[in-house]
């Protein structure tokens, strides 16, 4: 099992960037699917991005896509989330969480799917 420790939350004022850090300790990265989630107030927990630690596509939500990165420190085991052009709606607590991969996509961008979970960081975007 994983652990897994968030980092870079804060607050922006609209339109500005902020990197998220997950730092991944305790097991073998390599067999996990890694994603980060976010929960607004009163709101659902929902899927932003993920990716297999190693390689292949990283999946993404629609209102991610454009504006959000994923990237991977493989020495320090650190997963990236580098968000742009930030909108107050962009207001939320932000989770890393880890699967062990078994190759199959379905279903990874449901809360209900993984694992492992950090304690999450808040972000906060001004208007």
């Known amino acids: 099992q994983v652990t897994l420790v968030e980092s870079g939350g804060g607050l922006v004022q609209a339109g500005g960037s902020l990197s998220l850090s997950c730092v991944i300790s305790?097991?073998?990265?390599?067999?996990?699917?890694i994603a980060w989630f976010r929960q607004a107030l009163g709101k659902e927990r929902e899927f932003v991005a993920g990716?297999?630690?190693?390689?292949?596509?990283?999946q993404w939500a629609d209102f991610a896509k454009d504006r959000f990165a994923i990237s991977r420190d493989f020495v320090k085991k650190t997963f990236f989330l580098q968000m742009y052009s930030l909108k107050p709606e962009a207001t939320a607590v932000y989770y890393c969480?880890?699967?062990?991969?078994?190759?199959?996509?379905?279903?990874?961008?449901?809360?209900?799917?993984?694992?492992?979970w950090g304690q999450g960081t808040q972000v906060t975007v001004s208007s």
């Open positions: 969480a880890a699967v062990r991969f078994a190759g199959d996509y379905s279903g990874l961008d449901s809360s209900r799917t993984y694992t492992n």
């Open positions: 305790g097991g073998t990265v390599s067999y996990y699917y």
């Open positions: 990716a297999w630690w190693t390689t292949g596509p990283t």
